[in-house]
């Protein structure tokens, strides 16, 4: 359940240090578990990176389940906020696209430690009840949203008819929800120079049959 927010920008109940000692703590899990992997990031070793101790992080989040959960919630909020207003700045269907691509491992390579820690509990995260702590639906609600938009951008024609925006979507998100383990890896990857030739893949594989790729000179 989300708080409700004050006009402070807090959420209601919670006091600016509250909230500040949260952000501490939940930072001090995503640095844990990207370096130790969610099997070895214990509540000890998490509070022993923030600080603290495990009572106070379980007075603040009731238990190791719940901090987990919001790291992920975190994320994806985080996400949203980075996507959103570049998308809408995209007046066309490849300029959108190549956007949605190329922010996507944008924000990973800035929230390198975040993602990496959200792919060790979307692989190894299990509640006390054996229930995944990842919250998958995320995941499925981004393939949805980049379903729509490829059907749309079918519809004005700007994408050509042929190919299921399903599978397309699917696709795409595959090839970008790779790139987590390779930075797990290797954190130098030219997450820009990935991106780019991503983007320019999906690019010909979307563009209408006849019109010039991106960049390529017309005939005259």
Not at 180 to 187: G, N, R
Not at 192 to 205: N, P
């Amino acid at each position: 359940m989300r708080s409700e927010i004050g006009k402070s920008g807090q959420p209601k109940g919670r006091t600016f240090i509250e909230t500040a000692r949260r952000a501490q703590i939940v930072a001090a899990a995503i640095d844990t578990i990207a370096e130790l992997g969610y099997g070895q990031a214990s509540l000890a070793r998490i509070a022993e990176r923030a600080g603290t101790s495990k009572g106070v992080i379980c007075y603040h989040f009731g238990s190791k389940d719940d901090l987990i959960k919001e790291l992920v919630a975190e994320l994806s909020a985080r996400g949203r906020a980075y996507l959103s207003p570049r998308l809408e700045a995209e007046p066309t269907g490849a300029g959108m696209l190549r956007t949605y691509i190329e922010s996507n491992l944008a924000f990973m390579r800035e929230n390198r430690n975040h993602v990496v820690a959200a792919v060790e509990i979307a692989l190894s995260g299990r509640g006390a009840d054996g229930s995944p702590l990842y919250d998958f639906s995320i995941r499925d609600a981004g393939v949805t949203a980049l379903r729509q938009l490829l059907a749309h951008f079918q519809g004005t024609g700007e994408f050509r008819p042929g190919f299921d925006p399903q599978v397309m979507a699917m696709a795409i998100r595959a090839a970008l929800d790779a790139v987590p383990l390779l930075l797990a890896s290797d954190p130098g990857l030219d997450v820009g120079h990935y991106g780019r030739e991503l983007a320019d893949l999906f690019h010909l594989t979307t563009r209408p049959e006849g019109k010039p790729a991106e960049g390529a000179p017309l005939m005259k």
